[in-house]
């Protein structure tokens, strides 16, 4: 039961805490109920939702009782962001994306046995609020001067755009969270990022004024690259999201493989349930040998299972072989070869081009003397032959699942071509 605190710790997985030693002691008395918010600012969560997820997965294992609260009523108010105010989205839209992240939690999570896991909506208990009610029972407790010291308060406050009452209340919102929480189910610990902390302890100060007890919070770090931006959200080609469409397993697979060494020890303690032995091992092997980038291909691997499965994550890694001629393409899907060259470079051209009208349609060549020479050289391919003509004609009949090409120039720069009709 207090196992679980110093694996998180050694995972790096604690930034802030409460009293680690009252909820140690508390753990020790036996299962604790904890809970942790998600709310549905978007259709898909990110990566750095899923460090919240697995967060909770990780207590969950060591015995105690998840409570995994999706914000169909925070998801409407918007929590403060430093820069600006956030588009309120539609009640109908809001709703919807609550059933899609409900969908993203329930797969990481164990919904039977003594500490079965619970998903829990605040709307059901915020909506029957009247605002006469909310004011008298729950912001009466609350103390302005406070609330303007939280973090995404105080810097808003301070830019030109100021901040809405709506957001403003966010805090008292989130805070009345935990108290029902408690109320219901007797939960006693919530976790979430270091940047909500000033939200979190909204909770455990009114708990504590409400109910006259103490109750627990744990807070992850961000996950952020070396210039500070969130790995879940600002990736320089866009957020890592969970969901395939918006994010395919062939992308979510490249990102970790191309991350900087820099980053991956902490990533593989922190995303994945490889054991302490077996990562200590992998980082080792990686300091010896950096250019294989042992520790990024385990950690694009494990990343990709725990989010798309150990099927979708075989085609990934076939698919990143065979790009480079090391597998055969014949064996990919339509789908993860189109998510794998679109990544590269995909662009439509008419059966039976030459190959060197391919090759300059894909950026391959800038001009068919270009494109002459490539072949000349012996370093042209389509799907991984050898072309020896670049005025060989290109049927449709060459072309793999989905009527796609992978046209490859040298050992490492490769592009696809979508046939369709002349």
Request: some cysteine; proline content about 2%.
């Given at each position: 039961m207090t196992d679980v605190l110093e694996d998180l710790q050694w995972r790096g997985l604690i930034a802030l805490s409460t009293d680690l030693d009252e909820l140690r002691a508390e753990m020790a008395k036996g299962p604790i109920t904890y809970y942790c918010g998600f709310d549905p600012t978007a259709p898909s969560l990110h990566i750095g939702n899923l460090l919240q997820v697995l967060t909770v997965r990780r207590l969950q294992l060591a015995g105690h009782r998840p409570l995994a609260l999706v914000g169909g009523a925070t998801g409407l108010i918007g929590d403060p962001r430093p820069s600006a105010e956030r588009q309120l989205n539609s009640a109908d839209t809001v709703a919807e994306w609550v059933e899609r992240i409900k969908r993203h939690i329930e797969p990481y999570l164990d919904f039977s046995g003594s500490n079965a896991a619970q998903i829990v909506n605040n709307y059901d208990w915020t909506a029957p609020m009247s605002a006469i009610d909310f004011l008298r029972e729950i912001g009466k407790h609350f103390r302005?001067?406070?609330?303007?010291?939280?973090?995404?308060?105080?810097?808003?406050?301070?830019?030109?755009?100021?901040?809405?009452?709506?957001?403003?209340?966010?805090?008292?919102?989130?805070?009345?969270?935990?108290?029902?929480?408690?109320?219901?189910?007797?939960?006693?610990?919530?976790?979430?990022?270091?940047?909500?902390?000033?939200?979190?302890?909204?909770?455990?100060?009114?708990?504590?004024?409400?109910?006259?007890?103490?109750?627990?919070?744990?807070?992850?770090?961000?996950?952020?690259?070396?210039?500070?931006?969130?790995?879940?959200?600002?990736?320089?080609?866009?957020?890592?999201?969970?969901?395939?469409?918006?994010?395919?397993?062939?992308?979510?697979?490249?990102?970790?493989?191309?991350?900087?060494?820099?980053?991956?020890?902490?990533?593989?303690?922190?995303?994945?349930?490889?054991?302490?032995?077996?990562?200590?091992?992998?980082?080792?092997?990686?300091?010896?040998?950096?250019?294989?980038?042992?520790?990024?291909?385990?950690?694009?691997?494990?990343?990709?299972?725990?989010?798309?499965?150990?099927?979708?994550?075989?085609?990934?890694?076939?698919?990143?072989?065979?790009?480079?001629?090391?597998?055969?393409?014949?064996?990919?899907?339509?789908?993860?070869?189109?998510?794998?060259?679109?990544?590269?470079?995909?662009?439509?051209?008419?059966?039976?081009?030459?190959?060197?009208?391919?090759?300059?349609?894909?950026?391959?060549?800038?001009?068919?003397?270009?494109?002459?020479?490539?072949?000349?050289?012996?370093?042209?391919?389509?799907?991984?032959?050898?072309?020896?003509?670049?005025?060989?004609v290109v049927p449709a009949e060459r072309a793999l699942a989905g009527g796609l090409l992978v046209l490859r120039k040298g050992k490492r720069t490769f592009a696809g071509v979508e046939f369709v009709a002349g």
């Open positions: 302005v001067n406070k609330m303007l010291t939280k973090d995404a308060v105080s810097a808003r406050l301070n830019s030109d755009a100021g901040i809405s009452y709506t957001e403003f209340s966010y805090q008292i919102l989130q805070g009345m969270d935990f108290l029902e929480l408690y109320r219901r189910y007797g939960c006693k610990l919530q976790t979430g990022g270091s940047d909500q902390w000033g939200n979190l302890t909204a909770g455990t100060d009114l708990i504590h004024r409400v109910e006259g007890v103490s109750v627990h919070l744990l807070a992850t770090p961000l996950l952020v690259n070396s210039a500070g931006e969130k790995l879940g959200k600002s990736t320089g080609g866009g957020s890592l999201w969970m969901d395939a469409e918006m994010t395919s397993p062939y992308a979510l697979y490249q990102y970790f493989v191309n991350l900087e060494d820099a980053l991956v020890g902490g990533l593989l303690r922190k995303l994945t349930f490889l054991e302490r032995e077996e990562i200590e091992e992998i980082e080792k092997e990686s300091a010896e040998r950096p250019s294989a980038r042992i520790g990024q291909r385990r950690l694009a691997e494990e990343m990709t299972k725990i989010v798309h499965g150990a099927e979708e994550t075989a085609q990934v890694i076939a698919a990143s072989q065979a790009l480079f001629g090391r597998g055969s393409l014949g064996e990919l899907t339509a789908s993860t070869l189109r998510a794998a060259l679109s990544e590269a470079g995909l662009v439509s051209a008419p059966a039976g081009s030459t190959v060197a009208d391919l090759f300059i349609a894909a950026g391959l060549a800038s001009s068919r003397n270009e494109a002459r020479r490539t072949v000349a050289e012996g370093g042209a391919y389509v799907n991984n032959e050898r072309v020896g003509d670049a005025e060989e």
